[in-house]
């Protein structure tokens, strides 16, 4: 099994509005990522874990908040976004470094 | 700092052609190279993924070259078909592998 689940998979919110999304792999992945991706640009790095411990975060602003409640499980939490922060937000794992990464199928936001 | 390159931005074949596309990089001290393909509004889907120590790999149709001294790898499709239009992605492995660096794509057309 080589698959990363996002959910939701379309998510609207307002500026004010707080909420998450949730991604999840049972493949045994001890390093997972946040990506955002834009329209016809490539996906840039949002946040890293390794081990359940954040590793890298890309200077991200703090209304993008991440979580890793356990091996495999990890949360963004979002709160105060800008219409800009509207982009597919994409899910990644892999097992150790060097390691192929696999990605999700990714949640479609928009911040209205 | 590692850059990635990927000429051309976009590509438009007959169905049936054997293809190449391209992608440079500007740090020989890459750890890896992964190939993707994305589908519009989907994730990433692995096609591909060669560690700095390999020169290639094959899965199907397709063959992925790596060349650390010229800072060139190359993705192989051959017979191409229509479901193989989409947008292809490399990205380096750098800082001990935890990261992937993309390139801007080559979005791929095959013509029926």
């Known amino acids: 099994d080589t698959e990363v689940t996002q959910t939701p998979k379309h998510l609207v919110m307002g500026m004010t509005n707080k909420k998450s999304l949730k991604c999840e792999q049972h493949m045994g992945h001890r390093a997972m990522y946040w990506y955002k991706q834009k329209a016809k640009k490539p996906p840039e790095l949002m946040f890293v874990y390794s081990y359940e411990k954040l590793s890298i975060n890309e200077s991200v602003p703090s209304r993008f908040s991440p979580e890793c409640p356990n091996s495999s499980l990890l949360n963004l939490h979002l709160h105060a976004l800008q219409p800009e922060d509207s982009a597919l937000y994409l899910c990644?794992?892999?097992?150790?470094?060097?390691?192929?990464?696999?990605f999700g199928p990714g949640t479609r936001l928009t911040v209205l | 700092k590692q850059e990635v390159t990927q000429i051309p931005a976009a590509l438009s074949v007959p169905e049936g052609e054997n293809l190449v596309l391209n992608c440079s990089f500007t740090?020989?001290?890459?750890?890896?190279l992964q190939w993707f393909r994305q589908d519009p509004g989907k994730g990433l889907t692995s096609l591909l993924l060669?560690?700095?120590?390999?020169r290639e790999q094959t899965s199907g149709r397709l063959n992925a070259s790596l060349d650390k001294s010229s800072g060139r790898s190359t993705l192989y499709i051959a017979a191409s078909q229509p479901g193989d239009s989409a947008t292809y992605l490399c990205?380096?492995?750098?800082?001990?592998?935890?990261?992937?660096?993309f390139g801007q794509g080559t979005r791929l057309t095959i013509n029926p």
């Open positions: 990205a380096g492995g750098t800082e001990g592998a935890q990261k992937l660096v």
């Open positions: 990644a794992s892999k097992e150790t470094s060097g390691s192929e990464q696999f």
């Open positions: 740090d020989s001290a890459i750890y890896n």
């Open positions: 060669i560690q700095s120590s390999q």
